[in-house]
């Protein structure tokens, strides 16, 4: 109900904007998503895009970098350490909303997944000079000497199509550069100068991991516990409609990401001689480490559906005594209170009579609009008729409206009207066509007409 008051007061300050369904998207809007009918011509299915982006970092994530310090110095410093370990996923798709088994509920995968991690280790000092020697410029930039600079990245970033779910996981590998963590000269230590040769061994360290992400389900809420969420690429759930002009719905994943890293550590023989190098690695000793899972649970994106909502309508319409030959229209007025276009196909009972036809079979009402249903009496016979039109509409808990209609043939010649026994018309379906006697009838009949012979003949 709130809604449906905000959508009016929009209406009458936005109609330039308006769009369809019904009201502009304005900014302050409760809920993220407005779904939209999936076409101009299936009024009973909606869609709405969706949207998710979640970075977790873990608790050992630390960031720090003075920046270039002192400001407005000619000599400036800037050191910084990183622990980077954070790990991102983007995903997209939408939420489909059908009827009028409501409501049908599906989450078709979207086209872009991203799966994005960085676990590793920066540190650095860097030193900027920017001065005046004896009236020469100088400008330099660069790392401080001495002091150690680790640049350890485990990262990757891949793409894939929403949602993953199991088996069709996503999954991204990525290998670190090699960081020698320390090496011995051996050679220093047997007297030989280091400026000629240098030789020993050497510690090297690179590392992989590999991250895979899986959506597990896909949340709606509200919901009972008998309502499932979806957990199939494919899968469809429902949810109980209660009336009304719209229905919202928060949506969101819940999935998780599996780490699995291997640290290889490489013990090498290096050699240097007149400043070239040789390395020999010796073995690679692999050990893995254990990030273990990360349940990614994504905000919720509130989805306002906006739907058809016919009011109540008049369940018989009377067409009185109308002349053969001749015609009466009457309408019916179909009062759209809901968000969304409406629509009424009309049809009358299989063994209706000729006598009545819609002017237009289908009817479309705007939103918070009123448009009417016309039937035509046009009798054929004398006599009563009557039958009943259904309106199949697209309200997803008024799927159809009942409306009685009768009326009454005059005039016309007895002989038209099949006499004796025009009256009858309305018992056998009012199609003024009586059902030809059975032979044990006409038996009886002639039975009579003898009778009444013999009984003249005296
Ligand atoms: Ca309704």
Known sequence: MRGLVRALTLGSVATATSVSPAFADGGADPWDVLAAYCSESDLECTTAKLSYAKTISLPVAFDFDTGWVPQGSDLQVRFFLKIPASTTVELDGALETTWPEAMTLATPGGTHGLLKFDYGLELGAKAKLDVAVVGVPVKWEGDIPYVPKVSFHLAAETTFAPWAFAPTIASATGKSDKLRLFEVNLLDMLGIPKQL???GVALDVSGDLTAKYQTERIRIEPAKVTEKPITSATGTTTRSFPGGAFVEYDVFPEGRVDY?????????????VLGKDFNIPVVDIPVSFDIGKQDFVFDPVRVHVPLPDLDDTVTELDFG???????????LSLKNVGEAKARATGFFDSAAPKAFTAVKPEVLVASQ?????SVKFSPTA????STVLTLVTNDPDERFIKVALSGQGLGGSPADAGAPGAGEAEADGGCGCRAAPSPSTAGLWVLALAALGLRRRR
Do not use: N
């Open 382 to 385: 004398r006599g009563k008729v």
């Open 369 to 373: 609009a009123a448009e009417t249903f």
């Open 197 to 199: 040769s240098k030789g």
């Open 321 to 331: 005594s109308v002349d053969i030959g001749e015609s009466k229209t009457l309408s």
């Open 260 to 272: 699995a890293g291997t640290l290889h550590l490489v013990p090498t023989f290096f050699v240097e």
